[in-house]
């Protein structure tokens, strides 16, 4: 092996390392000798490299999974202190993240209750026949006329607020 190629691979090593210490692809990145570009480039091209970014980032979620266990389970040391004297300690726990954990780790019971699910005709999958502007515009359209209607019956609203806007949107910006 060239020292060129020796000198490659220890870069990928120190990226991939840092990365999986922080999570950080930029830093990762100058830490290796490299700008954000070329990492993302040879994770294009090389999918040994793709994997291996990919598991340098599941190493760093564990990480913080592990952190996350311990402030929320075992607790953070906290000092305890009376007239500007330390007198103790105590362990403190984050709720916050415990419920975040029991959310990832027990949807069906702890997860979120409300559930949006959009399907189409016979539970088939949602068509759209129309571009997203021009959704957008009948959108917008509705969203001013219930606002222009609710103005109406507002005596402080001018009347000249209150003309129905243009179905087409073409009024709106």
């Known amino acids: 092996m060239t020292a060129?190629?020796?000198?490659?691979l220890a870069k990928q090593a120190k990226f991939l390392t840092h990365l999986s210490e922080t999570g950080q692809v930029t830093?990762?990145?100058?830490?290796?000798?490299?700008?954000?570009?070329?990492?993302?480039?040879l994770k294009a091209e090389s999918e040994k490299f793709a994997e291996a970014w990919q598991d340098a980032l599941?190493?760093?979620?564990?990480?913080?999974?592990?952190?996350?266990?311990?402030?929320?389970?075992a607790g953070t040391p906290?000092?305890?202190?009376?007239?500007?004297?330390?007198?103790?300690?105590?362990l403190q726990y984050s709720d916050s993240l415990l419920a975040l954990m029991l959310k990832a780790k027990r949807k069906k019971e702890y997860g979120d209750a409300s559930k949006v699910e959009?399907?189409?005709?016979d539970g088939g999958p949602v068509k759209v026949e129309e571009s997203p502007h021009a959704i957008g515009r009948?959108?917008?359209?509705?969203?001013?006329?219930?606002?222009?209607?609710?103005g109406a019956a507002?005596?402080?609203?001018p009347e000249a607020h209150?003309?129905?806007?243009?179905?087409?949107?073409e009024d709106m910006a």
Request: charged content about 30%.
């Open 58 to 73: 599941e190493a760093y979620a564990d990480r913080l999974e592990a952190e996350a266990f311990r402030r929320g389970v």
């Open 4 to 8: 060129a190629a020796e000198l490659y």
């Open 78 to 90: 906290k000092g305890v202190w009376h007239q500007g004297v330390k007198v103790g300690e105590e």
């Open 27 to 41: 830093r990762s990145a100058v830490l290796a000798g490299w700008d954000r570009v070329q990492a993302y480039r």
């Open 138 to 150: 009948k959108i917008a359209f509705a969203l001013a006329s219930a606002l222009r209607a609710k």
């Open 118 to 121: 959009l399907t189409g005709a």
């Open 162 to 169: 209150n003309e129905a806007p243009d179905p087409e949107g």
């Open 154 to 157: 507002s005596p402080e609203q």
